[in-house]
């Protein structure tokens, strides 16, 4: 690479960005480290090593909550975004990429600013498996198309009300399952390269420090910090997306 003096600290200032506030958030570690990886990186290599790191990331803050995973809950997201993630990636041949993201952005901000002003409502707590599943294909559907393995799941906790343990314990888990079908289709395709290999052994012990740390701080915040903390990265991801 050229300018490799540049290039090399920002893109591991970005891994660790991105896995700090994923292990806070428990979502939008592509959308923070992709802000600044598409300056020195190819959109391919990105969406690599969003998928790559991602799933590492996501992987690791599971197995932490793993005492509040409850496979009654999750499967219907499970089957949905299984379904969803080919579709996505199949689409990704056709549809247009900046329309993509100014839709996803536009609903982002749409929906976390309704969020802000209004009072905390919540869903029936027993919503049919129907539709978790149509959420599921839907989040499945966007995170084969942009690499946005959670946004859609992480919007329906938000908006259902539940606990900050339960919403993570429900989104992250099926991110990972995006997560790693979209690595299985990548690989499918050929686009690994020794290059993204070579960047993803450099960023590891950044990730892992920023993921620790994120872990670290959610166990001192509460319900009403963790639900405003979400809206806000959905707001910031939304306005990222769109300029």
Known sequence: MDGIAIELPLFLLATFAGAFVAGLSGFAFGLVAASLWLYVLTPLQSASLI???GLLVQGYSVWKLRAALDWRRLWPFIVGAVIGVPAGVSLLTWADPKS??????AILIAY?????FR????????VPPAADMTVGFVNGLLGGLTGLAGIIITIWCNLRGLPKDVQRATFQPVAV???????????????????TAKLFALGLPFLFAGTWLGLKLFGRIDE???RKLVLALLLVSGVALLF
């Open 51 to 53: 998928v790559g790191f």
């Open 177 to 195: 399952v995006v997560f790693a079908m979209a690595a299985l289709w990548l690989g499918a395709k050929g686009s690994l390269t020794l290059d």
């Open 224 to 226: 009403a910090a963790f």
């Open 119 to 126: 009072p905390q409502l919540k869903v029936a707590v027993v």
């Open 112 to 116: 976390s600013l309704y969020a802000f």
């Open 100 to 105: 993509v993201r100014i839709a996803v952005g």
